[in-house]
Protein backbone atom coordinates (compact mmCIF):
# COMPACT_ATOMS: atom_id res chain seq x y z
CA UNK A 1 0.00 0.00 0.00
CA UNK A 2 1.77 3.30 -0.85
CA UNK A 3 1.96 6.27 1.02
CA UNK A 4 3.71 8.85 -1.10
CA UNK A 5 5.98 10.49 1.29
CA UNK A 6 10.00 10.77 0.76
CA UNK A 7 12.72 8.86 2.14
CA UNK A 8 13.47 11.77 4.41
CA UNK A 9 9.84 12.03 5.78
CA UNK A 10 10.19 7.99 6.50
CA UNK A 11 13.78 8.60 8.05
CA UNK A 12 12.26 11.36 10.23
CA UNK A 13 9.64 9.53 11.56
CA UNK A 14 11.73 6.55 12.49
CA UNK A 15 13.87 9.11 14.67
CA UNK A 16 10.41 10.84 16.16
CA UNK A 17 11.60 14.27 14.64
CA UNK A 18 8.37 14.81 13.29
CA UNK A 19 4.88 14.08 13.24
CA UNK A 20 2.96 11.92 11.19
CA UNK A 21 -0.10 12.82 9.19
CA UNK A 22 -3.33 11.44 9.93
CA UNK A 23 -3.84 9.53 6.63
CA UNK A 24 -1.18 8.19 6.42
CA UNK A 25 -0.70 6.72 9.70
CA UNK A 26 -4.35 4.97 8.50
CA UNK A 27 -2.32 3.64 6.00
CA UNK A 28 0.38 1.78 7.84
CA UNK A 29 -1.67 1.13 11.29
CA UNK A 30 -4.11 -1.36 9.87
CA UNK A 31 -1.70 -4.09 8.58
CA UNK A 32 0.25 -3.33 11.59
CA UNK A 33 -1.33 -2.69 14.12
CA UNK A 34 0.41 0.62 15.46
CA UNK A 35 -2.76 1.64 17.04
CA UNK A 36 -1.45 1.01 20.46
CA UNK A 37 1.80 3.15 20.07
CA UNK A 38 -0.29 6.34 19.53
CA UNK A 39 0.75 8.48 22.82
CA UNK A 40 -1.56 11.61 21.27
CA UNK A 41 -3.61 12.50 18.41
CA UNK A 42 -3.91 16.53 17.52
CA UNK A 43 -6.18 18.46 15.38
CA UNK A 44 -4.97 18.78 11.80
CA UNK A 45 -4.72 22.49 12.13
CA UNK A 46 -2.27 22.34 14.86
CA UNK A 47 0.97 23.45 13.82
CA UNK A 48 -0.73 26.04 12.07
CA UNK A 49 -2.42 26.96 14.88
CA UNK A 50 1.11 26.54 17.01
CA UNK A 51 2.57 28.74 14.58
CA UNK A 52 0.30 31.36 14.78
CA UNK A 53 -0.02 31.63 18.49
CA UNK A 54 4.09 31.78 18.48
CA UNK A 55 5.04 33.74 16.09
CA UNK A 56 4.71 38.07 14.98
CA UNK A 57 3.91 37.12 11.08
CA UNK A 58 5.37 37.77 8.58
CA UNK A 59 5.54 41.61 8.98
CA UNK A 60 8.87 43.31 8.97
CA UNK A 61 9.16 44.80 12.39
CA UNK A 62 11.05 48.13 12.28
CA UNK A 63 11.87 51.03 15.06
CA UNK A 64 9.77 54.33 14.89
CA UNK A 65 11.66 57.50 15.63
CA UNK A 66 11.05 60.46 17.71
CA UNK A 67 10.44 63.94 15.56
CA UNK A 68 13.85 65.04 14.81
CA UNK A 69 16.18 66.72 12.34
CA UNK A 70 17.40 63.12 10.66
CA UNK A 71 13.61 62.15 10.06
CA UNK A 72 12.82 66.23 8.78
CA UNK A 73 15.17 65.16 6.00
CA UNK A 74 14.61 61.72 5.11
CA UNK A 75 10.59 63.01 5.17
CA UNK A 76 12.48 65.64 2.58
CA UNK A 77 14.42 63.30 0.57
CA UNK A 78 11.22 61.03 0.11
CA UNK A 79 9.40 64.18 -0.90
CA UNK A 80 11.65 64.92 -3.61
CA UNK A 81 12.98 61.65 -5.33
CA UNK A 82 11.48 59.24 -3.30
CA UNK A 83 8.18 57.02 -3.69
CA UNK A 84 6.09 54.88 -1.41
CA UNK A 85 4.84 51.70 -2.97
CA UNK A 86 1.99 49.55 -1.99
CA UNK A 87 1.07 46.93 -4.51
CA UNK A 88 -1.16 44.14 -3.58
CA UNK A 89 -1.47 40.54 -5.00
CA UNK A 90 -4.16 39.24 -3.04
CA UNK A 91 -6.43 39.72 0.10
CA UNK A 92 -3.54 39.54 2.40
CA UNK A 93 -0.07 39.11 0.11
CA UNK A 94 1.26 42.42 -1.28
CA UNK A 95 4.66 44.20 -2.12
CA UNK A 96 5.25 47.39 0.22
CA UNK A 97 8.66 49.53 -0.25
CA UNK A 98 10.06 52.97 0.56
CA UNK A 99 12.20 53.77 -2.66
CA UNK A 100 14.45 56.70 -3.17
CA UNK A 101 16.01 57.18 -7.02
CA UNK A 102 18.59 58.88 -8.14
CA UNK A 103 21.88 58.93 -10.67
CA UNK A 104 24.03 55.84 -10.67
CA UNK A 105 27.20 57.95 -10.78
CA UNK A 106 26.42 61.49 -9.48
CA UNK A 107 24.37 60.03 -6.50
CA UNK A 108 25.69 56.76 -5.60
CA UNK A 109 27.88 58.00 -2.75
CA UNK A 110 24.81 59.64 -1.28
CA UNK A 111 22.16 56.97 -1.27
CA UNK A 112 24.49 54.56 -0.30
CA UNK A 113 26.37 56.17 2.59
CA UNK A 114 24.06 58.87 3.53
CA UNK A 115 20.32 57.87 2.90
CA UNK A 116 20.81 53.69 3.71
CA UNK A 117 22.35 54.97 6.97
CA UNK A 118 19.53 57.42 7.81
CA UNK A 119 17.22 54.21 7.60
CA UNK A 120 19.30 51.97 9.16
CA UNK A 121 19.59 54.46 12.61
CA UNK A 122 15.85 56.01 12.44
CA UNK A 123 14.05 52.79 11.09
CA UNK A 124 16.57 49.54 12.21
CA UNK A 125 15.97 48.60 8.37
CA UNK A 126 18.23 46.95 5.81
CA UNK A 127 17.89 48.62 2.23
CA UNK A 128 18.85 47.18 -0.97
CA UNK A 129 20.86 49.33 -3.97
CA UNK A 130 19.67 48.28 -7.52
CA UNK A 131 21.03 49.44 -11.20
CA UNK A 132 18.11 50.21 -13.65
CA UNK A 133 18.72 48.05 -16.75
CA UNK A 134 17.20 50.96 -19.17
CA UNK A 135 18.76 54.39 -17.77
CA UNK A 136 21.63 55.80 -15.44
CA UNK A 137 19.29 55.62 -12.77
CA UNK A 138 19.79 53.70 -9.19
CA UNK A 139 16.98 53.05 -6.50
CA UNK A 140 17.57 52.29 -2.61
CA UNK A 141 14.93 50.22 -1.63
CA UNK A 142 13.39 49.45 1.80
CA UNK A 143 11.07 46.25 1.80
CA UNK A 144 8.16 47.05 4.72
CA UNK A 145 4.71 47.11 5.19
CA UNK A 146 5.36 48.70 8.27
CA UNK A 147 7.27 51.61 7.09
CA UNK A 148 4.93 52.17 4.65
CA UNK A 149 1.99 52.77 6.76
CA UNK A 150 4.49 54.76 9.16
CA UNK A 151 5.39 57.32 6.16
CA UNK A 152 1.14 57.39 4.76
CA UNK A 153 0.85 58.47 8.70
CA UNK A 154 2.78 61.11 7.77
CA UNK A 155 0.92 62.27 4.16
CA UNK A 156 3.37 60.44 1.96
CA UNK A 157 0.71 58.30 0.41
CA UNK A 158 1.78 55.82 -2.20
CA UNK A 159 1.69 56.23 -6.14
CA UNK A 160 1.78 59.46 -8.29
CA UNK A 161 2.62 61.90 -6.13
CA UNK A 162 2.22 64.62 -8.93
CA UNK A 163 -1.96 63.47 -8.94
CA UNK A 164 -1.59 62.75 -5.06
CA UNK A 165 0.22 66.43 -3.95
CA UNK A 166 2.08 64.91 -0.64
CA UNK A 167 3.53 67.93 1.22
CA UNK A 168 5.84 68.77 4.33
CA UNK A 169 3.99 67.60 7.65
CA UNK A 170 3.00 70.02 10.23
CA UNK A 171 5.54 69.08 13.05
CA UNK A 172 7.91 70.03 10.33
CA UNK A 173 7.14 73.02 9.77
CA UNK A 174 6.58 74.31 13.01
CA UNK A 175 10.21 74.15 13.89
CA UNK A 176 13.00 75.96 12.54
CA UNK A 177 15.62 73.39 12.50
CA UNK A 178 13.45 70.37 11.53
CA UNK A 179 12.60 72.44 8.86
CA UNK A 180 16.20 73.49 7.19
CA UNK A 181 16.51 69.61 7.64
CA UNK A 182 13.81 68.77 5.49
CA UNK A 183 14.67 71.43 3.02
CA UNK A 184 18.47 70.01 3.10
CA UNK A 185 16.38 66.60 1.77
CA UNK A 186 14.21 68.26 -0.86
CA UNK A 187 17.29 70.64 -2.35
CA UNK A 188 20.00 67.48 -1.92
CA UNK A 189 17.46 65.41 -4.61
CA UNK A 190 15.08 67.81 -6.47
CA UNK A 191 17.52 71.11 -6.31
CA UNK A 192 20.49 72.54 -7.72
CA UNK A 193 23.34 75.05 -7.96
CA UNK A 194 24.30 76.78 -10.88
CA UNK A 195 25.59 80.55 -12.35
CA UNK A 196 23.02 82.77 -13.12
CA UNK A 197 25.50 84.22 -15.46
CA UNK A 198 28.74 83.55 -17.67
CA UNK A 199 29.89 86.99 -17.04
CA UNK A 200 30.11 87.02 -13.53
CA UNK A 201 31.07 83.94 -11.31
CA UNK A 202 30.20 85.29 -8.24
CA UNK A 203 26.53 85.31 -9.06
CA UNK A 204 25.38 82.11 -7.94
CA UNK A 205 21.40 80.29 -7.81
CA UNK A 206 19.90 77.70 -5.69
CA UNK A 207 17.34 76.18 -7.25
CA UNK A 208 14.38 73.57 -6.63
CA UNK A 209 12.14 72.15 -9.07
CA UNK A 210 9.00 69.78 -8.57
CA UNK A 211 6.24 69.12 -10.19
CA UNK A 212 3.74 69.04 -6.92
CA UNK A 213 2.44 72.42 -6.82
CA UNK A 214 1.36 72.15 -3.59
CA UNK A 215 5.19 71.69 -2.21
CA UNK A 216 6.02 73.96 -4.37
CA UNK A 217 4.18 76.26 -3.11
CA UNK A 218 4.95 75.17 0.84
CA UNK A 219 9.00 74.95 -0.22
CA UNK A 220 8.32 78.77 -1.00
CA UNK A 221 7.14 79.74 2.20
CA UNK A 222 9.31 77.29 4.12
CA UNK A 223 12.29 79.12 2.76
CA UNK A 224 10.85 82.72 3.85
CA UNK A 225 9.59 81.45 7.23
CA UNK A 226 13.88 80.80 7.47
CA UNK A 227 14.81 84.17 6.31
CA UNK A 228 15.54 83.65 2.99
CA UNK A 229 13.59 85.80 -0.44
CA UNK A 230 12.91 83.61 -2.80
CA UNK A 231 11.82 83.93 -6.21
CA UNK A 232 8.38 83.58 -7.42
CA UNK A 233 7.57 80.43 -8.57
CA UNK A 234 8.94 80.26 -12.32
CA UNK A 235 7.04 77.96 -15.05
CA UNK A 236 5.03 76.67 -12.75
CA UNK A 237 7.65 74.44 -11.32
CA UNK A 238 10.58 76.23 -10.15
CA UNK A 239 11.59 78.24 -7.44
CA UNK A 240 15.23 79.88 -6.28
CA UNK A 241 17.64 81.96 -4.14
CA UNK A 242 19.23 84.06 -6.14
CA UNK A 243 20.31 87.00 -3.79
CA UNK A 244 24.59 86.78 -2.57
CA UNK A 245 23.53 86.92 0.92
CA UNK A 246 20.53 84.05 0.46
CA UNK A 247 23.29 81.76 -0.87
CA UNK A 248 25.56 82.72 1.70
CA UNK A 249 23.48 81.46 4.17
CA UNK A 250 21.88 78.98 2.72
CA UNK A 251 25.65 77.33 2.76
CA UNK A 252 26.10 78.28 6.17
CA UNK A 253 22.98 77.21 8.03
CA UNK A 254 21.92 74.43 5.41
CA UNK A 255 23.99 73.37 3.09
CA UNK A 256 24.24 69.99 1.23
CA UNK A 257 24.71 66.45 2.36
CA UNK A 258 24.59 65.40 -1.70
CA UNK A 259 28.51 65.05 -2.44
CA UNK A 260 27.27 66.18 -6.30
CA UNK A 261 26.24 69.56 -4.91
CA UNK A 262 29.22 70.04 -2.78
CA UNK A 263 31.23 69.26 -5.90
CA UNK A 264 29.88 71.51 -8.42
CA UNK A 265 30.02 74.22 -5.50
CA UNK A 266 33.72 74.22 -5.41
CA UNK A 267 33.73 73.92 -9.47
CA UNK A 268 31.46 76.69 -9.25
CA UNK A 269 33.61 78.95 -6.83
CA UNK A 270 35.13 81.67 -8.21
Partial sequence: MAICVTEVMLKEWRLENSLISEQAFKKLEKPNGFHEYVKKRLPENWGQAKGGKNSSGTTKQI????????????????????????????????VYSVRICGHSTHDYVYLNKFIRKLFKELFHIKTTLSKSKRSNAIYLTAYSKKLVQYFESEGLTHGNKVQNQPIIPKWIMTEPSFLAACIRGLIDTDGSIYRMSRKDPHLLRIGFKNHNKRLLKQVKAALSSLGFHPSKIIRDNHVALSRKSDIKAYLQTIGFNNEKHKKRLQRLAP
Fill in 63 to 94: STPPNCQELAELIGIILGDGNVHKVKKGKHVG
